[in-house]
């Protein structure tokens, strides 16, 4: 059953205007793997997680660190979630969360959807 939808959407310019005017934020909202990657790909990622919160209802025990966006030997994005967040997930019945994202002319956009039932819940990766 469908629990929760979310997405967003990230101008990638201003995205990296923000990154060069404060690069804390880098450490503040990727993990280390991520931290790699290319601005495009980097914002795609940062609507990934906003569009998560989205779809969990709220922020309330979920940490930008503990979320990574990792992909699936096919290319396909999941989310590796860790400590809290993961912990959060659980709590709120979430056994599946179905993630895509694009980025092009300028934009990122991703899109979440937070599934509860009798799947394994995306625990806790680390």
Do not use: C, N
């Amino acid at each position: 059953m469908i629990v929760g939808i979310g997405v967003d959407l990230v101008d990638v310019p201003r995205f990296e205007e923000h990154l060069a005017r404060t690069p804390r934020l880098l450490l503040r909202l990727f993990g280390p793997a991520e931290r790699l990657l290319k601005p495009r790909s980097l914002a795609a990622r940062y609507a990934a997680k906003e569009a998560l919160i989205k779809a969990l209802g709220g922020s309330d025990g979920v940490h930008w660190t503990d979320i990574e966006v990792a992909s699936e030997p096919s290319g396909r994005p999941v989310f590796a979630l860790r400590g809290e967040t993961a912990r959060t997930v659980a709590a709120r019945g979430i056994t599946a969360l179905h993630l895509s994202m694009s980025h092009d002319a300028g934009l990122a956009t991703a899109y979440v959807i937070a599934e509860a039932g009798t799947q394994t819940p995306p625990g806790d990766t680390a």
